[in-house]
């Protein structure tokens, strides 16, 4: 079984419990607080990261990591396209959400440069609904990780106040995400209660 170290907060974490959903591994869900980890786990993990998977006493840590390891090691449902070149189009994708969109999540949610960071996050998005008003998901018609990445973060908008009713392609694309069974399934107690904004 699949031991997952997990936040229930973070979207790092949310990113691989929604891969484990998709892909209805039994697992065992241990959930840390990042300031509070406890010493057992920082001798699994020193670096402390979160989310960390134990798969056969193997240990891994950092989302995008994980996640192409899951979907390699159990590949049904496949969640990586099947040519190499759209292969690379998701691993690009994910760096560019990693780089671009994560850093302004974390900077608004801590308060740093929050202005700077949601006008930043706002054009990200507007450029995205252009984007997806040429295809249903990020890499063409397949769902993919590069979905799983970015799904955390819109489903965080209405709490950090980002108001999507402009964003009609954006709007359409949020809804097909969270209405995946495995996306509901993959919600933490603090997640569904996000629900009310």
Not at 92 to 109: K, T
Request: glycine share 2%.
């Amino acid at each position: 079984m699949i031991t997952l170290y997990s936040d229930p907060r973070c979207p790092n974490s949310h990113r691989t419990r929604i891969v484990l959903a998709e892909k209805e591994l039994p697992i065992k869900l241990i959930e840390l607080e990042p300031d509070n980890l406890p010493a057992d786990f920082l001798e699994l993990n020193p670096y402390g990261k979160l989310p960390t998977v134990v798969d056969r006493d193997i240990v891994f840590f950092e989302a995008s990591v994980v996640n192409e390891y899951l979907d390699e090691r159990y590949p049904h449902p496949a969640l990586k396209p099947g040519s190499p070149a759209e292969r690379a189009q998701m691993r690009l994708a994910i760096m560019r959400i990693e780089e671009e969109l994560y850093p302004l999540y974390f900077n608004i949610m801590a308060g740093r440069k929050k202005t700077d960071s949601m006008k930043k996050l706002k054009e990200y998005f507007a450029v995205l609904d252009t984007y997806l008003s040429r295809q249903e998901y990020f890499i063409g018609e397949q769902y993919t990780l590069a979905d799983i990445t970015i799904a955390p973060i819109l489903y965080r908008l209405a709490p950090m106040g980002v108001r999507t009713a402009t964003w009609r392609h954006v709007e359409a694309y949020m809804e097909r995400l969270f209405s995946r069974p495995a996306f509901e399934r993959s919600l933490s107690e603090h997640e569904q209660m996000l629900r009310e904004f």
